[in-house]
């Protein structure tokens, strides 16, 4: 074993988890999870069956990750955010053939208490504000808050706020690191790697 557990966590046989990660109390890895190098996966998290996780994501604490979820790499997941995988729930109906997917591109920020409907793609970069509810597809880069989510602005890969208009046309560079990006129909594009 290569990665480290503590010894309260609770690993599922058959599930894949690369060297490096790290699994911190009372967590269940479920037998069909794959986990990438490098994780951290806080206190009390859930991991299901059917989820698919990068190299390099930090889940915090009180997470669960259920069936269709999967995060790619360097994704974050800040405390007690939340995701579903079923659009309709009810108690009485099972609907384990109805889950929606739901993925998370590579570097998006995934603010503490925010909620996750299934069946989205969050585009790479996007940064989703504590607390925000999203409903729908993000951008790459993309910064939404509220409830409904709605978007009011575009951070860059560091996690800093760009100085753009949300439409038309606009160049920008980070303060964070100096990378340069310009908006143009619509989309974010970072210029320099």
């Known amino acids: 074993m290569d990665y480290s557990a503590h010894p309260t966590a609770i ?5 894949r988890i690369a060297n490096g990660t790290r699994i911190w109390h ?12 490098g994780c951290s996966l806080g206190q009390n ?7 698919v996780i990068g190299d390099n994501v930090k889940i915090q604490n009180n997470v669960s990750v259920y069936d ?13 955010m939340v995701f579903t995988n079923v659009y309709n729930p009810r108690s009485a109906v099972p609907r ?17 208490n925010c909620t996750i409907v299934c069946g989205v793609t969050i585009g790479e970069y996007a ?4 607390g925000s509810v999203i409903t729908k597809d993000v951008k790459p880069y993309a910064l939404m808050v509220g ?17 753009l208009p949300l439409t038309g046309k606009g160049q920008a560079t ?15 594009e970072r210029q320099d790697g």
């Open 147 to 163: 409830v409904p989510a709605r978007h009011i602005g575009w951070m860059s890969a560091h996690g800093e706020r760009l100085e």
């Open 68 to 80: 269709g979820v999967t995060l790619e790499d360097d994704v974050f997941c800040g405390p007690s």
């Open 45 to 51: 998290v859930f991991i299901g069956n059917q989820v």
């Open 26 to 37: 009372w967590a269940h890895i479920c037998g069909g999870a794959r986990i990438g190098y």
């Open 11 to 15: 690993i599922d046989e058959g599930a």
């Open 96 to 112: 384990k053939d109805e889950y929606r997917p739901t993925l998370v591109r590579r570097g998006a920020t995934l603010g503490a």
């Open 127 to 130: 940064f989703i504000g504590a």
């Open 174 to 188: 980070c303060p964070g690191d100096g990378h340069h990006y310009r908006l143009q129909h619509g989309r974010i």
